[in-house]
């Protein structure tokens, strides 16, 4: 797009948009970072959203800046994006992540983010403009990350059982209490890592294509004030809590106790720090729940509420189509705005 023709004060609304976007993001899956610490009374609810916070926002200086630049180099092809494109990607993202919310469904903010670019840009210039390697990364994990966060979960369950199978279950519960606060730190610190960047990249996207005037980014690397706006962003996001989801994740799967949950969370944050470590926008929301999915199955096959989990799966499933719709009628409306 051209520079010269965009407002500053559209770009400023669109970069407001965005972190809005990622406050939303932490709103909406704090209870991935501490539906299970919450659930087995490790901390209680207050307490567990300023300790997930801080490790959000620690996260800055742990992870490479990977997944922003799939996200904002790696899904759309060179001179399509514009404020349009970016509009409609972050209403489409919103509009999915408010109605998920309001009904308690664990869905991810990261693929409503996806699809709201996808859906936007096929709007404006059609599919033929997606970068099929990044969509075909992103879409495989959709897959991959609950999959794998069921397998780590299960396995560290095995181990766990067979590692105390000779101690009692008072001194396993005393211990795992402890051990807890490790993997919900970690969690939480993977959970940051991912998904701030991705609203990271989606600014670094608007930014490359308004020009330098705006900003003083490059190619290579998005500004300073953008990586540290959107990890805080997140962070607060957390501090605010999704309570309406904390009971779906943390019991209405299946009932956690603290060697349970040290489990899944610990399946959960070693699938997100690998994630990140490839640039993959994986979504937290399916990593735990595949974790936890995978902890209740070792522990018994009647354990877990498989009808409350295909609740979520559909959830999944209708993330990207729904909000790629939303996009797209956002992208003609802002196209009659500015």
């Known amino acids: 797009m051209d520079a010269i023709q965009v407002s500053f004060w559209v770009v400023a609304l669109l970069v407001v948009l965005a972190i809005a976007f990622d406050f939303m993001n932490g709103f909406h899956d704090a209870a991935n970072s501490i539906a299970t610490v919450v659930s087995t009374g490790v901390l209680k609810p207050q307490r567990a959203v300023l300790f997930a916070a801080f490790f959000n ?73 997606l970068v099929g390697a990044g969509i075909a990364k992103t879409v495989a994990f959709i897959f991959v990350s609950p999959l794998l966060g069921f397998l780590l979960g299960s ?47 989606i600014i670094w996207m608007l930014l490359i294509a308004a020009g330098p005037s705006y900003a003083l980014s490059t190619d290579k690397f998005p500004p300073a004030w953008v990586i540290w706006a959107c990890y805080l962003a997140i962070g607060m996001g957390t501090m605010f809590g999704g309570w309406r989801i904390v009971k779906t994740m943390g019991q209405r799967i299946t009932k ?22 490839f640039g993959v926008p994986v979504s937290t929301t399916h990593t735990i729940t595949g974790a936890i999915v995978g902890v209740g199955s070792v522990q018994h096959a009647s354990a877990v509420r498989w009808g409350v989990a295909g609740n979520i799966v559909w959830a999944w499933i209708f993330t990207i189509p729904a909000s790629a719709f939303v996009a797209a009628v956002a992208y003609w409306v802002s196209l009659q705005l500015f």
């Open 57 to 129: 926002v620690v996260a800055i200086a742990v992870f490479e800046l990977k997944v922003a630049a799939t996200v904002g180099k790696g899904i759309v092809e060179p001179g399509i994006v514009d404020q349009h494109v970016v509009f409609g990607a972050l209403l489409g993202a919103i509009t999915w992540n408010i109605i998920t919310w309001w009904y308690g469904i664990p869905s991810s903010s990261s693929h409503a983010l996806i699809g709201g670019i996808v859906g936007a840009v096929i709007a404006k210039a059609g599919a033929g403009k």
């Open 155 to 201: 396995l560290m369950m095995v181990l766990v059982a067979w590692i105390c199978r000779r101690t009692s279950p008072l001194k396993v519960d005393k211990w795992f209490r402890r051990l807890q606060l490790v993997s919900a730190g970690a969690y939480s610190l993977g959970h940051g890592g991912n998904d701030a960047q991705k609203t990271i990249g």
């Open 256 to 277: 956690l106790k603290p060697v349970g949950g040290f489990c899944a969370e610990t399946g959960g944050a070693i699938t997100l720090f690998i994630a990140t470590a």
